[in-house]
C-alpha cells in the first residue's frame, strides 16, 4: 500500500512538472490601449496550463489579448454614449473578452499605447491564474460563453464594472496578484495604469 501511494505521488509530480516543462523562466506581457479598453496581450507559449487550463483552445494562436470590462459596452461593436455612460454610472455584469493572434503585438496593435513587462515564471503563473479565476463557470466548471463574434470570444465574469472598477482597475489587480507593487484603488483611466506600471516596464510607446 505504502508502495502503491509513493508510486502514485510520483506520477503526480511528474506531470505536475511536466506542465511547466520549456516554459521560459521570465516572460515579456504587454498592456496594450486600444481606444476605449485596456488589455493584456501575451505568448501563448509562456502560459502554463497548470494556471490557465482554458487558454488550450488559443494555443494554436502565437498570441492571445485578454480583457475585461462592462458587459453591454464591451461588446458594442460601435461607440455608443448611452451605453458608455451607463457603463461607468451604476455596477454593472461584465465580460472578459480573449482574442488570439498571429502576429507581435507590435504589427498587430501598431499605433497602440504600451508597455512591455517582464514577469518571473511564478509571476506570470500568479497573473495567468487571475484570467482562470474570473470566468463564471456553469455547473460542470465549463466557462460560460456569451458571444463570438468580431474575432473575440466573450465569457460571463466574475466581479461588477463600475467607475471606481473599470478595465484599468483590473489590469493593475491582476499585477498585484503577480507580486507587483501596484496601487489599485485610484486607478480609473489607462493613463494612471501606465504612470503606476512604468517602473516596472519600458517607457510608454505606440508600437
Known amino acids: 500500500m505504502i508502495v502503491k501511494n509513493l508510486t502514485i505521488g510520483l506520477l503526480l509530480y511528474l506531470i505536475s512538472s511536466q506542465k511547466v516543462s520549456g516554459l521560459s523562466d521570465s516572460v515579456d506581457v504587454f498592456v496594450?490601449?486600444?481606444?476605449?479598453?485596456?488589455?493584456?496581450?501575451?505568448?501563448?507559449?509562456?502560459?502554463?496550463?497548470?494556471?490557465?487550463?482554458?487558454?488550450?483552445?488559443?494555443?494554436?494562436h502565437a498570441w492571445v489579448d485578454v480583457g475585461w470590462g462592462d458587459r453591454r459596452f464591451y461588446q458594442s461593436p460601435d461607440y455608443?454614449?448611452?451605453?458608455?455612460?451607463?457603463?461607468?454610472?451604476?455596477?454593472n455584469p461584465s465580460v472578459m473578452r480573449i482574442e488570439g493572434y498571429t502576429q507581435h503585438p507590435s504589427i498587430y496593435l501598431k499605433g497602440c499605447p504600451t508597455l512591455k513587462i517582464r514577469l518571473s515564471r511564478k509571476q506570470m503563473d500568479r497573473f495567468c491564474t487571475v484570467f482562470h479565476k474570473t470566468y463564471v463557470c456553469s455547473s460542470d466548471g465549463t466557462p460560460k460563453e456569451v458571444n463570438s463574434s468580431y474575432g473575440y470570444k466573450f465569457y460571463n465574469a466574475k466581479g461588477s464594472y463600475h467607475l471606481m472598477n473599470t478595465?484599468?482597475?483590473?489590469?493593475?489587480?491582476?499585477?498585484?496578484k503577480a507580486g507587483l507593487d501596484v496601487p489599485v484603488f485610484g486607478i480609473v483611466v489607462a493613463k494612471q495604469l501606465f504612470k503606476a506600471l512604468e517602473p516596472y516596464s519600458e517607457k510608454p510607446e505606440a508600437v
Not at 167 to 175: K, P
Open 32 to 60: 496594450i490601449q486600444q481606444e476605449y479598453h485596456t488589455g493584456i496581450s501575451l505568448r501563448t507559449a509562456d502560459v502554463n496550463l497548470g494556471a490557465w487550463p482554458e487558454c488550450a483552445e488559443f494555443k494554436k
Open 80 to 91: 455608443n454614449p448611452l451605453l458608455a455612460l451607463k457603463a461607468i454610472a451604476i455596477p
Open 167 to 176: 478595465c484599468n482597475t483590473w489590469v493593475a489587480r491582476a499585477f498585484k
